[in-house]
């Protein structure tokens, strides 16, 4: 099967060797987002705006693809600090429906640009 590669200007360009999200048949891989805000490529300050901004990074990818969050199957969070956790269930709990994708929520050291929040998912078509 051939890939095809989807990219938006609603969501920031890649900061490294990637494509936004890549799709395979019926099946889209959605790069990590970091909350950089699409038009100045900026990060956004606060942990609540960049939990916001990483989703919102996230569907707008998902909607150039021609999916919707409902057709999400899996989501991977990593945040520098995992007491941010209830804060990503609540912006979770306001952009996906039940019933709710898979998940992984990962504790990491770092992150791009200092960022506290990245987000990636798996989209089945």
Known sequence: MSKTIV????????????????RVGNTLWVSGQIPLDPKTGQLVAGIEAQVRQA???????VTAAGATLDQVVKVNVYLT????FQLVNQVMAEMFQAPYPARA????????????????????Q
Do not use: M, W
């Open 105 to 124: 929520a990962v504790g990491v050291a770092a992150l791009p640009r200092g960022a506290e929040v990245e987000v990636e998912c798996i989209v089945a």
């Open 7 to 22: 990219s938006t200007d609603t969501a920031p360009a890649a900061i490294g060797v990637y494509s936004q999200a890549v």
């Open 81 to 84: 600090d995992l007491a941010h």
């Open 55 to 61: 989703f919102a990074n996230l569907k707008a990818i």
